[in-house]
């Protein structure tokens, strides 16, 4: 307050205060303590290598085609002879979209680029294939690959979608045809009640087909791997 010189007083104008900064609730900061960490952890990784894409998904979550749309987003900055760090944590999937995901990072980064997979955890079947298209793989002694094992997906009876394994098809449909063979009539319906959940006989040539593919994008990629390192 002040006096106006009539006697009066004047109030003076409060003077706006400054936003005050938000910070984290300790209860906040301890339930999201384990994704800081990695964020830290992540920024530790881009000081050596700037281009890091992330690349995770739960046990039920399959590697997909629809995935293409993500990886060709975060690929729009990279500028070709980037080193890139894929970080991979994968059951594993469609083997057709793992080759096509991985090669869409290896177009990025050209020929004289290297790529770097980093698996936290385990990156399994078409997550091993995607692996398997890099210059180096970084694991620690938790780390684990898996077998490329193809994946078929159909429908059944009521409509809802189904993924079968190839390779636990075609290896029950060997033994049901060795026994077969020898006669032994109990042993091939123990297969058959074993693998109940077979591929459908329309899918089977392409159960046949995705697992030569898998064989053959996996000797590639190990094939461009050698010649890089001069082998």
């Keep these: ?3 106006s010189g009539d006697g009066t007083e004047e109030r003076q104008p409060i003077a706006p205060q400054a936003p005050r900064a938000i910070e984290k609730t300790p209860m906040f900061t301890a339930m999201n303590a384990a ?3 990695r964020q830290t952890l992540i920024k530790d990784i881009e000081t050596e290598h700037p281009k890091l894409l992330c690349y995770v998904a739960g046990n039920k ?3 997909d085609r629809i ?3 993500g990886f060709v987003d975060m690929l729009h900055n990279v500028n070709p002879g980037d080193p890139i760090d894929l970080l991979l944590h994968t059951p594993g999937g ?3 979209a793992a080759e096509k995901l991985i090669g869409l990072v290896r177009s990025a980064t050209g020929e004289e680029g290297q790529l770097r997979v980093i698996i936290p955890d385990f990156a399994k079947s078409a997550g091993t294939l995607m692996a398997l298209g890099a210059n180096a793989i970084v694991m620690s002694d938790s780390s684990e690959l898996g077998p490329i094992d193809p994946q078929v997906s159909s429908r059944d009876g009521n409509g809802s979608d189904v993924v079968y394994s190839v390779l636990t098809y075609l ?3 060997d033994a049901a045809r060795c026994a077969r063979g020898s006669r032994r009539a109990y042993h091939i ?3 058959r009640s074993h ?4 591929v459908p006989v329309g899918q089977r040539p392409g159960a046949l087909v995705r697992g030569e593919f898998a064989q053959a994008a996996r000797q590639e990629f190990l094939e461009d791997r050698q010649r890089a390192d001069g082998y």
Excluded: C, E, P, S
């Design 1 to 3: 307050m002040r006096d």
């Design 35 to 37: 994704r800081y960490q």
């Design 61 to 63: 979550a399959q590697v």
């Design 67 to 69: 995935d293409t749309l």
């Design 94 to 96: 469609d083997v057709d």
């Design 171 to 173: 290896n029950a449909y």
């Design 189 to 191: 319906r123990k297969v």
């Design 195 to 198: 693998h109940r959940a077979q």
